[in-house]
T-cell receptor, first 111, second 113 residues
Framework: GQNIDQPTEMTATEGAIVQINCTYQ??????LFWYQQHAGEAPTFLSY????GLEEKGRFSSFLSRSKGYSYLLLKELQMKDSASYLC????????????FGAGTQVVVTP | NAGVMQNPRHLVRRRGQEARLRCSPM?????VYWYRQLPEEGLKFMVY????????ESGMPKERFSAEFPKEGPSILRIQQVVRGDSAAYFC???????????FGQGTRLTVV
């Protein structure tokens, strides 16, 4: 089976930086996704990493270390609208494209 | 530029009734995935379909649940004889390639009373 672990909740102040960690144990790793999900809404795609290193996209960056089974999502210059659940999901080579999700990290941004 | 369309957005059913959830994938996408999200939990894979074929249904409960993706029309997730434990948000996702990641619909929130 696959284990995907991420913290349940994180709180940060508007304008600050928050780093959400995700660790996974899987065979046949074929990529890691981060999604943002506001309450009652659909998950929206944020990033995809398949090679080691940092991918930067505006205020959001995602990092992957395949040897450590570790990824993080970095949110900079936090805004109130960034309050949401952030989902880490792993794709494996034998999975036919289905994603295995972690339970999600609820980020609360305070004024 | 329509995305993944799901309907209805909200569905209320009494115990024992049937629930039908519909999903139209993004234009050009031939891969459809259904996920279920229970309150305060992550998304759990249910089934993966291509047109007229069920490719992977390893996440589907053995009884009462079925899915199809006909040649014409939307994909349907059907739950027979619903029970309270079926109350959840059901999300459909589609992709154009098997390993390209997926775009999600707005979900159907099923409430069984």
């Amino acid at each position: 089976g696959q284990n995907i672990d991420q913290p349940t909740e994180m709180t940060a102040t508007e304008g600050a930086i928050v780093q959400i960690n995700c660790t996974y144990q899987t065979s046949g790793f074929n990529g890691l996704f981060w999604y943002q999900q506001h309450a009652g809404e659909a998950p929206t795609f944020l990033s995809y990493n398949v090679l080691d290193g940092l991918e930067e996209k505006g205020r959001f960056s995602s990092f992957l270390s395949r040897s450590k089974g570790y990824s993080y999502l970095l949110l900079k210059e936090l805004q109130m609208k960034d309050s949401a659940s952030y989902l880490c999901a792993v794709l494996t080579t034998d999975s036919w494209g289905k994603l295995q999700f972690g339970a999600g990290t609820q980020v609360v941004v305070t004024p | 530029n329509a995305g993944v369309m799901q309907n209805p957005r909200h569905l209320v059913r009494r115990r024992g009734q049937e629930a039908r959830l519909r999903c139209s994938p993004m234009k050009g996408h031939s891969h459809v995935y259904w996920y279920r999200q229970l309150p305060e939990e992550g998304l759990k894979f249910m089934v993966y379909l291509q047109k007229e074929n069920i490719i992977d249904e390893s996440g589907m409960p053995k009884e009462r649940f079925s899915a199809e993706f006909p040649k014409e029309g939307p994909s349907i997730l059907r739950i027979q004889q619903v029970v309270r434990g079926d109350s959840a948000a059901y999300f459909c996702a589609s992709s154009d390639l098997v390993r390209s990641g997926a775009f999600f619909g707005q979900g159907t929130r099923l409430t069984v009373v």
